[in-house]
C-alpha cells in the first residue's frame, strides 16, 4: 500500500514538472530583443509540397547575432500573410529576402520535451522586402 502511494506521488510530481516546463518554455520562447536587426535571408524549399514559411538566414546586421548565419528563421507578423509575399516574390527575386524586426531570444526547441528537431528562431517583423543579389540589407533601409 505504501509503494502505491510513493508511485503515485512520483506520477504526480513528473507530471507537474512537466506542465511547468512546458509553461516556462512557452514564456520564454515569447521572450524578444528590444533592439531591432535586419536579416538577410534565402528561402528554404521543403519537399512537404506546401508551402512553409521558413528562411534560411545568409547574413545579420548585427555580429552579436552571428551565432544566427546558416540557421532557420520564422518571420511572422500580426494581420499580415507572410507566406502568400514570399510566395508571390520567390521567382522575381530568387528567393533573397530583407527581413527586419525583433528577434526571439530563444529558439523554437527551447524547453519543448516532445518535439524533437524543431530549431530555428521565430522574428516579429516590422518590414519585409524583396532583395535582388549583392543588394545590402540594413535596419536603415
Known amino acids: 500500500m505504501k509503494s502505491i502511494k510513493i508511485v503515485g ?3 504526480v510530481f513528473i507530471l507537474l514538472s512537466l506542465f511547468v516546463l512546458d509553461s516556462l518554455g512557452s514564456y520564454m520562447r515569447s521572450a524578444k530583443y528590444d533592439e531591432k536587426i535586419a536579416i538577410q535571408a534565402s528561402y528554404i524549399k521543403y519537399d512537404s509540397g506546401e508551402l512553409f514559411v521558413a528562411l534560411k538566414v545568409d547574413a545579420v546586421s548585427n555580429n552579436e ?3 544566427m548565419i546558416g540557421l532557420p528563421v520564422f518571420p511572422y507578423k500580426d494581420n499580415e500573410n507572410i507566406e502568400y509575399f514570399i510566395a508571390e ?4 527575386n530568387q528567393g533573397l529576402f530583407c527581413l ?6 530563444h529558439n523554437n526547441g527551447f524547453l519543448r520535451l516532445l518535439v524533437v528537431g524543431y530549431e530555428g528562431y521565430r522574428m ?14 540594413s535596419v536603415n533601409n
Not at 89 to 92: A, D, I, S, V, Y
Open 9 to 11: 506521488l512520483i506520477i
Open 65 to 67: 547575432f552571428s551565432h
Open 89 to 92: 516574390n520567390l521567382e522575381n
Open 100 to 105: 527586419i524586426g525583433n528577434l526571439h531570444k
Open 124 to 137: 516579429e517583423l516590422s518590414s519585409i522586402d524583396k532583395m535582388q543579389p549583392g543588394q545590402k540589407c
